[in-house]
């Protein structure tokens, strides 16, 4: 018999910037949403526990203003509507799952990476020490709005890394900055797709 999937995982954007906030800060943010969670559970039909005021401090500086807070929120079915974050429907059994993975939740650690992309804000996350190249380009190559394939590179000094794909992140050191730059089958374009990521990182 095939194993079940969980009910509820967030996707791995999601993870990866989470894994961005210093441990106590992170520990922190999914200590507020369990809090949230648990009282929709224990309550699920009181409307009061399924908005928040997204302009409250304690929204605004445990869980919105950390990296990833707004991606979980999103993940777990929240939508903003004006100043609330409201949740909809959501059933019991996602509700424990979520719970269960705020539990259980082992940020990824080791390098954190800012990948500039031709179009739209970079992308930030983080990656273990022994993940590599390849596992950053598909990374990027899901998560960016022009979609697959993507070479990476650095900007300074300026070098595109298509040829190391198994080499492990952590020749690049605990935080460095990236360009993610389309494969292109023509050579003329591809060049001018990287000399223009290369001008929008370095400035």
């Known amino acids: 018999m095939a194993a079940r999937a969980p009910a509820w995982l967030p996707d791995e954007r999601t993870r990866r910037t989470l894994s961005l906030n210093k441990e106590e800060d992170l520990r922190d943010t999914l200590a507020l949403v369990k809090t949230i969670l ?51 429907g959501a059933d019991a059994a996602t509700l424990a799952a979520a719970l269960a993975w705020c539990d259980a939740f082992a940020p990824t650690t080791g390098v954190e990476l800012k990948i500039s992309l031709p179009r739209g804000p970079a992308l930030r996350a983080a990656f273990g ?5 390849r596992d950053a380009t598909a990374f990027v190559d899901a998560c960016a709005p022009s979609g697959a394939p993507h070479v990476l590179g650095t900007a300074r000094p300026p070098e595109k890394f298509e040829d190391r794909l198994d080499r492990t992140l952590d020749f690049l050191g605990p935080r460095a900055a990236l360009v993610a730059t389309p494969a292109a089958a023509d050579p003329a374009a591809g060049e001018k797709a990287v000399d223009a990521a290369r001008q929008k990182a370095l400035r």
């Open 129 to 133: 020490k022994d993940e590599t190249l």
């Open 38 to 88: 648990s009282k929709i559970v224990e309550a699920p039909e009181e409307k009061k526990f399924r908005r928040l005021r997204a302009s409250s401090r304690a929204v605004q500086t445990r869980l919105l203003g950390r990296p990833g807070g707004r991606e979980l929120l999103k993940e777990l079915g929240a939508k903003s509507r004006d100043d609330a974050v409201e949740f909809g």
